[in-house]
Nanobody
Framework: QVKLVESGGGLVQSGGSLRLSCSASGASFSDNILGWYREPPGKKREFVAAVAGDGSSNYKTSVTGRFHVSRDVAKNTVTLEMNNLKQEDTAVYYC?????????WGPGTQVTVSS
């Protein structure tokens, strides 16, 4: 069964950094996108960043230059390095893949950015 598990969430001060990791299992994801979405408090889930098997990536405009997404195709992992964090980045962050033509989600990890 396809399973994605996030780790690395926590509390960080504004301007600080945090690194999230996601481990995917149950399939080979080499031909699939691995990425990140987030749900800020009271808001809809939104796209953050994603990376394809060839290493190409895409970012939400507000995180471009601050966040960096990368993956290890062989290990089925994807990492989100977050720098210069802002209070607006506070959210539950979810790992996602498009394996099987549908979105597969992890349970999420909380990121809280304090003032």
């Amino acid at each position: 069964q396809v399973k994605l598990v996030e780790s690395g969430g926590g509390l960080v001060q504004s301007g600080g950094s945090l690194r999230l990791s996601c481990s995917a299992s149950g399939a080979s994801f080499s031909d699939n996108i691995l990425g990140w979405y987030r749900e800020p408090p009271g808001k809809k889930r939104e796209f953050v960043a994603a990376v394809a098997g060839d290493g190409s990536s895409n970012y939400k405009t507000s995180v471009t230059g601050r966040f960096h997404v990368s993956r290890d195709v062989a290990k089925n992992t994807v990492t989100l390095e977050m720098n210069n964090l802002k209070q607006e980045d506070t959210a539950v962050y979810y790992c996602v893949s498009d394996y099987g033509g549908a979105d597969n989600w992890g349970p999420g990890t909380q990121v809280t950015v304090s003032s």
